[in-house]
């Protein structure tokens, strides 16, 4: 086994609004994506880290950590994990872990657990969380409840997300990468026919998506290094 880190780090932002995409926005004078690709590089068994980012983004990286390089992000998040992987697939790597540069407070248990999970699997293994809230069904563009849904067994998923490069980029390239339905890794290996594991996430591993998740972050980030 062979394992590269994906991480793609080429969206927007739309949601946040702010001036540079999200994963540039600094914490404690350090870089949003900076924390995430700490996080992921704790790992000894990840031996490379790709970074999907736009060409004209990179310039807000200004010193990328060793063991780390950078590849042409795409304009879907599916194309740029694409792009990744087959940079990886190149450089004879084995398996991929993906993960969001939006996500810099994965745990390290964790990351540990998925990596374990997912090189041992022949499926591959995700990050998820039981939904804890109830879940309410409407019409499109109605605000008027239909019904609610049942919880149980209905999983969060999240990232990183681990697999085999071959068979993933095969499934992504099977499923299109543009599908909108292709919105994760395991996604594309499900419509490939795989079951792949859920595996314990925690409530810190937020994805920064609004301006609010950034009080959160810095809180848990900062709770880290003290
Ligand atoms: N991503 C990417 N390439 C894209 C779109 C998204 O690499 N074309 C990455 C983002 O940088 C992020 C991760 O995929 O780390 C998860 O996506 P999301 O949270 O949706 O980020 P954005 O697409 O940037 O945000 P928004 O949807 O609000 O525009
Ligand atoms: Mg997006």
Redesign the pocket.
């Known amino acids: 086994i062979k394992l590269a880190a994906i991480?793609?780090?080429?969206?927007?932002?739309?949601?946040?609004q702010s001036e540079q995409?999200?994963?540039f926005i600094k914490i404690q004078s350090k870089p949003l994506l900076s924390y995430t690709l700490a996080a992921i590089q704790r790992a000894p068994q990840v031996q490379r880290v790709f970074v999907?980012?736009n060409p004209q983004a990179s310039a807000l990286y200004p010193s990328w950590p060793a063991q780390v390089e950078t590849v042409a992000?795409?304009?879907?998040?599916a194309?740029?994990?694409l792009a990744g992987l087959q940079a990886a697939a190149a450089q004879g790597f084995s398996h991929a872990l993906v993960h969001?540069?939006?996500?810099p407070c994965l745990p390290l248990e964790v990351l540990l657990d998925v990596i374990e999970q997912g090189t041992t699997q022949a499926q591959g293994a995700i990050v998820a969380l039981p939904v804890r809230d109830t879940l309410k069904r409407s019409a499109m563009g109605s605000p008027v409840i239909q019904s609610t849904v049942p919880r149980a067994y209905l999983w969060q998923a999240q990232t990183p997300q681990v697999f085999a490069i071959e068979p993933l980029i095969d499934a992504i390239n099977a499923m299109g990468s543009t599908h909108p339905e292709l919105t994760d890794e395991a996604s594309a290996m499900e419509h490939a026919g795989y079951q792949p594991r859920l595996v314990m996430g925690s409530y810190k591993n937020i994805?920064?998506?609004f301006p609010e998740d950034i009080e959160l972050v810095s809180y848990y980030l900062k709770e880290e290094i003290t």
């Not at 992000?73 to 998040?77: D, L």
């Not at 969001?100 to 996500?103: E, M």
């Open positions: 991480i793609p780090a080429a969206g927007t932002g739309s949601r946040m995409p999200k994963q999907a980012v992000g795409g304009a879907s998040r194309e740029s994990v969001d540069a939006a996500r994805k920064v998506t």
